[in-house]
């Protein structure tokens, strides 16, 4: 079981990948990407009353509270199935007799629908990207490619998430309910509690970890490492004294989101194969 | 090639505090055309699902060619392998020939076999149709094609037939006897006992967790014991000149049914009953005899 042969691995992939092109699903979700990176970056200053682009910076910083809160949806709704749908289906005990390992099939299911949702990123915002490259200079292009990166690393982390959910359910209905679940807690519920723990103890006790608590939700480390590692942003927002100095360093950030996207892969296939 | 292709010994297999299997011995033979029998719970799928490594045995051993069933060489017997799992339901966004394809490139089987296949059972005309049109009958002979790829030595088929009509059930069982020719082993379940007993060479019976009886449909038969029938056609006055001439024989019953006479006799008394019967003469029109059907030995089996 502990050799891996790749070419199983590619040729599951394929099909994933293949599959979401050909149902446009790709497609949608990059048009989604598109249309609502525009309208931020146009308009995302209305409040302040003003209206058309104003600076990279903020316009990131609009852009990750929407990212924040559709791609974990999008990656949970793409990946929940992966693996209790084939069982429901019937098609799993089939694809186990073939000359491929559970390790090989999970591994596969994850690159194809992985791949999907990066060309998805890329090709969504990418497009805005392009729209307003004319109004930056490469310091701007620079902080953006980082955005978009991240929100890759971000989607995959929640893909990685969905495929354990899709290998612990029993079926399809509870994986979907999990992958609610897991949404809410990470997006919605974590972020309330810290500031609640924070609030009840008024900051007495151990304030100092807070901050590394953060690095327990995917979510937050995408929205930590596009926040404060922008200087405009850390001094808008009034952050900048705040903030240990080893969270604003976005190779650390970006480390423990690989660790969010390689652990709940190894959760899934350690399952898997028992 | 060893001398038996699927040899198990002992295998039993818990769920929880359930034992679904409780220590079978079999051993089928390579080109054997393999039936396994039982109703619903007897534990012939868990059976099933154990040879192919799909479920872990609990106790015993299950060896496809020599391998230990998942031991470490069982990755390249699986190329040898077929299975056509019951109710099999496959990608319904792709084209027949697309799933093909995609089930060769796992086995690493070139994709030129594919057009053949479909061919083969008769769906070449819808090799380009996505698998959402299928009909039941079609997806299910798209499964069969798929557990073909390869040219697999050996074919686990479950519940093949379901779903198809009787024209293309005669079909199937044509290219069954095919591959038979061919040299190939396939070992089938079926719940439709009398479209099997003409079929298999051998077949096991299941029950409870225990393979009951193994045999030929004729040496299950024989050993269960169980009554033949006799059934006469003739014209008016045949009970009685029946009755009379096998009087003092150990007959088990006599039923009319319309100018029909059912006799019901043991197995051993059917030569002195023949003899007897050959003087009546022109008051028979005709005479058959009816061995007991699978279905009898079967039910024979659960309840004895």
Same mark, same amino acid.
């Given at each position: 079981?502990?050799?891996?042969?790749?070419?199983?691995?590619?040729?599951?992939?394929?099909?994933?990948?293949?599959?979401?092109?050909?149902?446009?699903?790709?497609?949608?979700?990059?048009?989604?990407?598109?249309?609502?990176?525009?309208?931020?970056?146009?308009?995302?200053?209305?409040?302040?009353?003003?209206?058309?682009?104003?600076?990279?910076?903020?316009?990131?910083?609009?852009?990750?509270?929407?990212?924040?809160?559709?791609?974990?949806?999008?990656?949970?709704?793409?990946?929940?199935?992966?693996?209790?749908?084939?069982?429901?289906?019937?098609?799993?005990?089939?694809?186990?007799?073939?000359?491929?390992?559970?390790?090989?099939?999970?591994?596969?299911?994850?690159?194809?629908?992985?791949?999907?949702?990066?060309?998805?990123?890329?090709?969504?915002?990418?497009?805005?990207?392009?729209?307003?490259?004319?109004?930056?200079?490469?310091?701007?292009?620079?902080?953006?490619?980082?955005?978009?990166?991240s929100a890759i690393l971000l989607g995959l982390s929640f893909l990685s998430l969905a495929v354990m959910l899709s290998v612990f359910a029993s079926d399809r209905t509870r994986a979907s309910g999990l992958a609610i679940g897991t949404w809410f807690f990470f997006v919605?519920?974590?972020?309330?509690?810290?500031?609640?723990?924070?609030?009840?103890?008024?900051?007495?006790?151990g304030g100092a970890v807070f901050p590394y608590l953060l690095l327990l939700n995917p979510a937050d480390v995408f929205r930590v490492l596009n926040v404060f590692t922008l200087d405009e942003v850390r001094t808008l927002y009034g952050l900048a004294t705040v903030f240990?100095?080893?969270?604003?360093?976005?190779?650390?950030?970006?480390?423990?989101?690989?660790?969010?996207?390689?652990?709940?892969?190894?959760?899934?296939?350690?399952?898997?194969?028992? | 090639?060893?001398?038996?292709?699927?040899?198990?010994?002992?295998?039993?297999?818990?769920?929880?505090?359930?034992?679904?299997?409780?220590?079978?011995?079999?051993?089928?033979?390579?080109?054997?055309?393999?039936?396994?029998?039982?109703?619903?719970?007897?534990?012939?799928?868990?059976?099933?699902?154990?040879?192919?490594g799909l479920i872990p045995i609990s106790t015993g051993e299950i060896r496809i060619d020599g391998e230990p069933v998942n031991g470490p060489r069982f990755r390249e017997t699986r190329r040898k392998i077929g299975y056509l799992p019951e109710n099999v339901v496959l990608?319904?966004?792709?084209?027949?020939?697309?799933?093909?394809?995609?089930?060769?490139?796992?086995?690493?089987?070139?994709?030129?076999?594919?057009?053949?296949?479909?061919?083969?059972?008769?769906?070449?005309?819808?090799?380009?149709?996505?698998?959402?049109?299928?009909?039941?009958?079609?997806?299910?002979?798209?499964?069969?094609?798929?557990?073909?790829?390869?040219?697999?030595?050996?074919?686990?088929?479950?519940?093949?037939?379901?779903?198809?009509?009787?024209?293309?059930?005669?079909?199937?069982?044509?290219?069954?006897?095919?591959?038979?020719?061919?040299?190939?082993?396939?070992?089938?379940?079926?719940?439709?006992?009398?479209?099997?007993?003409?079929?298999?060479?051998?077949?096991?019976?299941?029950?409870?967790?225990?393979?009951? =009886?193994?045999?030929?449909?004729?040496?299950?038969?024989?050993?269960?014991?169980?009554?033949?029938?006799?059934?006469?056609?003739?014209?008016?006055?045949?009970?009685?000149?029946?009755?009379?001439?096998?009087?003092?024989?150990?007959?088990?019953?006599?039923?009319?049914?319309?100018?029909?006479?059912?006799?019901?006799?043991?197995?051993?008394?059917?030569?002195?009953?023949?003899?007897?019967? =050959?003087?009546?003469?022109?008051?028979?029109?005709?005479?058959?005899?009816?061995?007991?059907?699978?279905?009898?030995?079967?039910?024979?089996?659960?309840?004895?």
């Amino acid at each position: 079981m502990l050799s891996i042969d790749f070419r199983q691995i590619a040729i599951v992939a394929g099909k994933e990948f293949w599959d979401r092109i050909r149902n446009r699903w790709v497609l949608a979700v990059a048009l989604v990407f598109t249309a609502f990176a525009l309208v931020i970056a146009y308009f995302g200053a209305a409040q302040q009353g003003a209206v058309g682009f104003r600076s990279i910076e903020v316009t990131i910083a609009s852009l990750v509270s929407l990212v924040i809160y559709l791609i974990p949806l999008i990656a949970l709704i793409l990946g929940f199935d992966a693996v209790v749908g084939e069982r429901e289906r019937g098609s799993l005990d089939l694809l186990l007799t073939l000359p491929i390992t559970r390790r090989e099939l999970i591994l596969g299911k994850y690159t194809g629908l992985a791949a999907a949702l990066t060309f998805s990123t890329i090709a969504g915002f990418g497009a805005v990207g392009l729209i307003l490259s004319p109004q930056l200079n490469l310091t701007a292009l620079f902080h953006y490619a980082g955005f978009m990166f991240s929100a890759i690393l971000l989607g995959l982390s929640f893909l990685s998430l969905a495929v354990m959910l899709s290998v612990f359910a029993s079926d399809r209905t509870r994986a979907s309910g999990l992958a609610i679940g897991t949404w809410f807690f990470f997006v919605l519920v974590f972020d309330l509690l810290i500031l609640g723990m924070l609030v009840v103890t008024a900051g007495d006790y151990g304030g100092a970890v807070f901050p590394y608590l953060l690095l327990l939700n995917p979510a937050d480390v995408f929205r930590v490492l596009n926040v404060f590692t922008l200087d405009e942003v850390r001094t808008l927002y009034g952050l900048a004294t705040v903030f240990p100095e080893a969270l604003s360093n976005p190779a650390i950030l970006g480390g423990v989101m690989l660790g969010w996207i390689v652990g709940p892969l190894a959760v899934a296939i350690w399952r898997f194969e028992r | 090639m060893a001398s038996t292709i699927v040899e198990a010994r002992g295998v039993t297999k818990d769920f929880g505090t359930v034992q679904a299997v409780k220590g079978v011995d079999l051993s089928i033979a390579p080109g054997e055309l393999y039936g396994l029998i039982g109703h619903n719970g007897a534990g012939k799928s868990t059976l099933f699902k154990m040879m192919l490594g799909l479920i872990p045995i609990s106790t015993g051993e299950i060896r496809i060619d020599g391998e230990p069933v998942n031991g470490p060489r069982f990755r390249e017997t699986r190329r040898k392998i077929g299975y056509l799992p019951e109710n099999v339901v496959l990608y319904d966004n792709l084209t027949g020939l697309e799933t093909l394809y995609f089930f060769a490139d796992l086995k690493a089987v070139p994709r030129r076999e594919c057009t053949g296949l479909l061919d083969k059972v008769g769906l070449a005309h819808a090799a380009g149709r996505r698998v959402r049109e299928y009909s039941k009958g079609m997806r299910q002979r798209l499964g069969f094609a798929q557990a073909l790829l390869g040219t697999p030595r050996l074919l686990f088929l479950d519940e093949p037939t379901t779903g198809l009509d009787p024209g293309a059930i005669r079909d199937f069982y044509r290219i069954l006897r095919e591959l038979k020719g061919e040299g190939v082993t396939m070992v089938l379940t079926s719940h439709i006992l009398a479209e099997i007993q003409e079929r298999v060479d051998r077949l096991a019976i299941m029950e409870g967790g225990l393979i009951r =009886a193994t045999g030929t449909v004729q040496t299950l038969r024989e050993a269960m014991n169980l009554p033949l029938t006799l059934e006469i056609a003739g014209g008016a006055g045949l009970a009685e000149q029946v009755g009379r001439v096998l009087e003092g024989m150990a007959i088990e019953s006599i039923e009319e049914a319309g100018s029909v006479l059912h006799i019901r006799l043991p197995r051993e008394a059917k030569m002195p009953a023949l003899a007897r019967l =050959a003087t009546l003469g022109d008051t028979m029109r005709d005479l058959r005899v009816r061995e007991p059907s699978l279905e009898d030995v079967f039910f024979g089996y659960r309840n004895g």
